[in-house]
């Protein structure tokens, strides 16, 4: 008898579930139609057909998926782990499908079926798995990863709910629960074996073992499992499959039997409940999570999960040692949510592998990198001392030791200096104590980065500028990049088949060759034809606003778009500005030279950010006003398009004309839509902040419309004492704009509705809106007129996408391997 591991060797039988050819499809198609969906074509609905469709894609790509696992399992590879609180993948059938190259055949098997590929994939519900820039990041960071060939595991966590669905009733924002695995997930494999548990709360003791070692044992309160869900991450253009593995939180039988047998039934349901409750919902907010023990318990799971589990790979190959961690491993926190890794990486090597502290705190320091994504002082994570203790009692105590030491060298180095050891401590002792997370993960962390070429000096010279003394060598950029696969290819079909037909694909993977077009710009043939493509997308993007809103857009209006998450640093209220003075402009004066232009907005508001909200509000109580009068809705629209997610984000890029990267100097990290719009031929008008700058320089002053202060000049303004009032009183077209905003005429009179807003930029504008209006008027007035002469429009927008290859996760995802995480590709055998 031949055993399973022979008889399995050569894999799956092609023709059964695997076979790419046409009939192949559509045979596996129908089985998957009956034997899992047990639907028949007489009452089938897209939903089904979406999920038998979903699992005939995922029967291919499991077999890549596995013989990935067992090259890096042979040849015990180096491999990437990305820690993450947020993956926000985007929908997967379309971009499994390009990555399997299978789509063509797909299309043609559906069709003869009298099926439109199209629409099932429209159908497909989308994981929200985080917030926005963030979780994106980590997203197209995985594509990047697998398409370089790079090993890695993606860790987070499964939300039950992930970002709420955004509806807008009466202009306000209304929130709903992301109930997004309703349906079931066809692409998530469940490994109910594979779990660790995890402890939560009560106390430490001390005790002496058998061979006289000093031991620490941790006695919970509370023990919750984590349970793996994986999804597949394939790559473009090659066979590897990497790994995304995510966890759920479940209750410990042991808990809920022991309540149980002693008769309380209700008590053992509760353990249940609140055990389960820790993976239950994304925390929505965009800024710090103050006092909430549930985000503390979820990022400890998804980390202590984590650990154990790449332990438990590492140790699975024979003659492999704990101490080999972070030869094994290169460790990345995605901001600070994971950076409890720390703590406990050093209580596992230290509690459960019987290490000593030096060697522990060795591995540790050599296995992370930390990387940063913000610039508000306020974002900056940190936990109310008595909350962490209550939580995490024996990392409190590792985090003191740790603080102990590495203070005690700080003081050696800078003897004297009492505040720096207090502004480098892990323990903020100022008034209520708290944990600084941001300190935790610098301590334990062998390099961090920024994450632009401007937000990285910041770091530097300002947010970790006293680790930046300590240790200059362990600070790098790593200017972010986002997948040209999901971003251009998938989301602009006209404008990437165009740009092939001219280079050829290679730009695909290659991002650097799309410079290839830069002499294209000067063909006027090429020009019109690029125009016609984006002209397209504006088709596209015009017919979901009228669905979505009943407002109707004109294709060949200036679309000027600003989407991304609503925060006061973001300046929408900024753009609402221009919005009103153009308004009133044209009613004042109705042969006032602008081309037509369609203003739009996208983005959530944190539930509880009151003045984003407000914001919301705002902005649709203009877009109403501006909308129905017929004075000026032939020359100027607004919309407000809910509900912005990845999906959406596919269809919007494409269609804009303008690009609103217009945060206050200083504020924005780096962003990462500003590069999504230029790569889809957007022109951006922008202030120098995040990558804006590295986007200008790459394609060139001419081609950005700059305006606004720059970091400096801020600085600058706001240390000399500013005072917006005075800029409101001495400019008579931002008191007219303010003073319609504060008197009702958008708001049917009512002068309450927006004081908040008005208020907050007369007394305080702590984001220099006033002191940015007027230069970010002319610069808009200069983007109107540039974009009236379309020839010219036109070749700018070609520069623009021809010099914005360096901003693909490639790039970005390239440099990480090098500087940080020393791993070199492991290219998978063809079949
Ligand atoms: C964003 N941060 C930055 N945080 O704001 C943006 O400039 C940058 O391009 C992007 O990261 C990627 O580096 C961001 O999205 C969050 O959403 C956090 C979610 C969890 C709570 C704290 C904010």
């Known amino acids: 008898m031949r055993g399973i591991a022979e008889q399995a060797e050569q894999g799956p039988d092609d023709t059964v579930r695997t076979g790419i050819s046409v009939a192949a499809i559509k045979r596996d198609f129908i089985d998957n139609l009956y034997y899992i969906q047990a639907r028949f074509p007489d009452v089938a609905g897209d939903y089904d057909y979406y999920q038998a469709l979903a699992y005939t894609v995922r029967d ?282 720390v703590a406990e990486l050093m209580r596992l090597l230290l509690d459960e592998h019987l290490l000593g502290w030096d060697e522990a705190w060795e591995i540790t320091r050599q296995t992370f990198g930390y990387t940063n994504h913000t610039l508000l002082p306020e974002a900056l994570e940190s936990w109310p001392l008595p909350l962490f203790q209550r939580v995490l009692p024996r990392h409190l105590e590792l985090i003191y030791e740790i603080n102990r030491r590495f203070l ?79 971003f251009l290819l998938l989301a602009n079909p006209v404008l990437s088949a165009l740009i092939s037909e001219q280079i050829g694909a290679g730009w695909i993977r290659h991002s650097e060759e799309l410079l290839r077009l830069e002499p294209l710009a000067t063909d006027a043939g090429f020009r019109r034809r690029w125009r016609g493509a984006k002209r397209a997308n504006k088709v596209r993007l015009a017919a979901y606003v009228q669905a979505q809103t009943g407002i109707e857009l004109d294709p060949d209006w200036l679309f000027d778009i600003q989407a991304k998450r609503i925060h006061e640093y973001k300046r929408q209220h900024l753009n609402v500005l221009h919005v009103v003075t153009h308004y009133l402009r044209l009613k004042q004066y109705p042969g006032f030279e602008a081309p037509p232009r369609a203003v739009l907005f996208a983005g959530k508001a944190a539930p509880g950010y009151f003045m984003a909200k407000r914001i919301i509000k705002l902005i649709n109580s203009v877009a109403g006003v501006v909308n129905a009068d017929p004075e000026v809705n032939a020359r100027l629209k607004v919309v407000f398009l809910p509900n912005f997610c990845v999906k959406q984000a596919q269809l919007v890029y494409p269609a804009a004309d303008l690009s609103e990267q217009i945060s206050l100097a200083g504020m924005e990290a780096s962003g990462t839509g500003n590069m999504k719009f230029a790569l889809n031929g957007a022109l951006t008008i922008g202030t120098l902040d995040g990558a804006n700058i590295e986007i200008r320089d790459a394609v060139e002053p001419e081609n950005f419309h700059l305006f606004g202060l720059n970091v400096d000049q801020v600085q600058a303004t706001r240390a000399a004492g500013y005072r917006p009032r005075e800029l409101y009183e001495s400019n008579p077209r931002l008191k007219a704009v303010i003073d319609r905003i504060g008197d009702g005429h958008f708001s049917h009179g009512d002068r309450e509705l927006f004081r908040p807003l008005v208020d907050a930029l007369l007394y305080h504008d702590h984001y220099l809106l006033c002191a940015d209006y007027d230069s970010y008027i002319a610069c808009q007035d200069e983007a109107g007129r540039a974009y009236s002469d379309p020839d010219n429009w036109t070749r700018r927008s070609i520069l623009n996408v021809a010099r914005s290859g360096g901003f693909s996760s490639d790039r970005a995802i390239h440099q990480y391997c090098e500087d940080i995480w020393r791993v070199t590709p492991l290219p998978m055998a063809l079949e």
Request: proline share 4%; glycine share 8%.
């Open 408 to 486: 005690d060298a700080v003081r050696d180095r800078y003897p004297g200096d009492a505040g720096l050891a207090a502004r480098l401590s892990l323990i903020d002792e100022a008034g209520d104590k708290r944990v600084r997370m941001a300190n935790l993960a610098c301590a334990g962390s062998h390099s961090i980065n920024g994450v632009a070429a401007l937000h990285t000096e910041l770091l530097k010279t300002h947010v970790l500028r006293d680790f930046y003394r300590l240790w200059p060598e362990r600070f790098s950029n790593k200017t972010n990049g986002v997948t040209l696969r999901r």
């Open 60 to 341: 291919r790509l499991l077999k890549r998926w596995i013989r990935s696992a067992q090259t890096f399992k042979d040849t015990a590879a180096r491999t990437v782990c990305y820690l993450s609180a947020e993956f926000l993948l985007g929908p997967h059938l379309e971009a499994n499908l390009l990555n399997l190259d299978i789509a063509g055949q797909v299309r043609q098997a559906l069709q003869e079926l009298d099926l439109d590929l199209d629409r099932l994939i429209r159908v497909e519900e989308e994981p929200g798995l985080g917030n926005g820039g963030l979780g994106r990041l980590a997203a197209c960071y995985m594509e990047s990863l697998a398409t370089l060939q790079v090993p890695t595991i993606g860790y987070g966590i499964r939300y039950e709910f992930g970002i709420f669905k955004q509806e807008i009733r009466d202009g306000w924002q209304v929130e709903r629960t992301d109930k997004w695995l309703r349906f079931g997930n066809p692409w998530e494999i469940p490994r109910p074996t594979i779990t660790f548990d995890v402890k939560f709360g009560g106390h430490t003791e001390t005790w002496t073992d058998d061979r006289g070692r000093y031991r620490v044992r941790w006695i919970p309160v509370r023990e919750v499992r984590g349970v793996a869900y994986d999804t597949p991450i394939l790559g473009y253009g090659v066979k590897t499959a990497n790994l995304l593995r995510l966890w759920t939180a479940e209750a410990v039988e042991s808990f809920d039997f022991q309540a149980f047998n002693v008769g309380d039934y209700y008590r053992a349901v509760d353990e249940k409940v609140l055990s389960e409750s820790i993976s239950k919902v994304l925390y929505p907010n965009d800024e710090p999570l103050v006092g909430k023990t549930l985000r503390l318990a979820q990022q400890y799971l998804f980390v202590s999960c984590s650990l154990q589990d790449m332990i438990r790979i590492h140790l699975q190959v024979p003659g492999m040692d704990v101490r080999g961690f972070h030869n094994k491993y290169a460790v990345q926190l995605n901001d600070t949510h994971p950076s409890i890794a």
